[in-house]
């Protein structure tokens, strides 16, 4: 089976950094998801990794160690609007499968 | 990015009735098409992965019988919700990868289901 850990709840301060992390345990690795998803709402991709190190696009930064089974989502400049849930999604085995992890609440405070 | 497309975006029935939930992939061709459930304030779990032309593939815990889809084509795929509970009240969403070398899954805007 899989196992993915995400914080429940952060709290950040506009204009501010926040890094959300996820760990996972799966057999047959074969790519990290981050999505958005405001309440209410489909979820939005953010950023895919499969090989190590960071990826960057724009405010939003992902980063993926899979001999550690870690990955963080880096915000920059928060800003209100990013008040979201963030969720971490690891792909493995065959037919493409992609499990959740439970996502982590962002709220940015003023 | 590619853009995927749920229909109905909500629907109210009554115990007992079927409901259909579209989903159609609008400028690319998707051989595999996921279904999620979500309740209130929890993650996405995977229901079943839709492979064009052949049968779907459930999780475990998700009745075959109860939640029937069809991926009759390369752009659709439907999730039917047989003899609908309350207890089957719940946000339903499809994705659907592009296969273009990192095989993104884009998702639909989500169906909501209440059953009275």
């Known amino acids: 089976g899989q196992n993915i850990d995400q914080p429940t709840e952060m709290t950040a301060t506009e204009g501010a950094i926040v890094q959300i992390n996820c760990t996972y345990q799966?057999?047959?690795?074969?790519?990290l998801f981050w999505y958005q998803q405001h309440a209410g709402e489909a979820p939005t991709f953010l950023s895919y990794?499969?090989?190590?190190g960071l990826e960057e696009k724009g405010r939003f930064s992902s980063f993926l160690s899979r001999s550690k089974g870690y990955s963080y989502l880096l915000l920059k400049e928060l800003q209100m609007k990013d008040s979201a849930s963030y969720l971490c999604?690891?792909?493995?085995?065959?037919?493409?499968?992609?499990?959740f992890g439970t996502g982590t609440k962002l709220q940015v405070i003023p | 990015g590619a853009v995927v497309s749920q229909h109905p975006s909500r629907v109210i029935c009554k115990s007992g009735t079927s409901v259909k939930i579209e989903c159609r992939s609008l400028?690319?061709?998707?051989?595999?098409m996921f279904w999620y459930r979500q309740f209130p304030k929890q993650s996405l779990m995977l229901m079943a992965t839709?492979?064009?032309?052949?049968?779907?593939?459930?999780e475990q815990g998700v009745e075959k019988d109860k939640f029937l889809i069809n991926h009759a084509s390369l752009t659709l795929s439907t999730l039917t919700v047989t003899s609908a509970h309350p207890e089957d009240s719940s946000f339903y969403i499809c994705?659907?990868?592009?296969?273009?070398?990192?095989?993104?899954?884009?998702f639909g805007p989500g169906t909501r289901l209440l059953v009275l």
């Open positions: 994705s659907a990868s592009e296969l273009k070398g990192r095989e993104t899954q884009y």
């Open positions: 799966t057999s047959g690795f074969n790519g």
């Open positions: 990794n499969v090989l190590d």
């Open positions: 999604a690891v792909r493995s085995g065959g037919y493409q499968k992609v499990t």
């Open positions: 400028d690319f061709q998707a051989t595999t």
């Open positions: 839709s492979n064009e032309g052949s049968k779907a593939t459930y």
